[in-house]
């Protein structure tokens, strides 16, 4: 298990919130109470840094996304083409559902 580290920038009235380590059971909780203070807003959620997301991971991440649709939101996520975690994402049918991009700039692009 690697730690958990989450960086979160403001970009023009969006937040990219950046996840460094693995997303788990044990790690889940964490990026969602960081996202929770950013409902309502527009977030980028950027897993570029991720080498592990299990279910909880991804569970996490589509209930703030739908969290954040409710509370007049959006939330998109970063997950580069080739990536385990895009790979998962492929899996699980979610590359529209969450809006994911291969980049920051492009996701922060469709945030704005």
């Known amino acids: 298990m690697t ?9 023009g009235g969006a937040w990219s919130v950046t996840v460094h380590g693995d997303l788990d059971l044990s790690s889940a909780p964490d990026l969602c109470r960081r996202l929770t203070a950013h409902r309502g807003a527009r977030v980028v959620v950027d897993l570029t840094d991720v080498g592990f997301c299990d279910s909880c991971g991804m569970r996490a991440i589509m ?5 954040a649709r409710i509370a007049g939101g959006l939330l ?37």
Request: proline residues 2%.
């Open 63 to 67: 209930g703030e996304a739908r969290e």
């Open 76 to 112: 998109v996520v970063v997950s580069p083409a080739g990536s385990a975690v895009r790979r998962l994402l492929e899996l699980c049918g979610l590359l529209e559902t969450l809006g994911v991009h291969g980049d920051r700039d492009h996701a922060l692009a469709a945030a704005a």
């Open 3 to 11: 730690d958990l580290r989450i960086d979160e920038q403001e970009h």
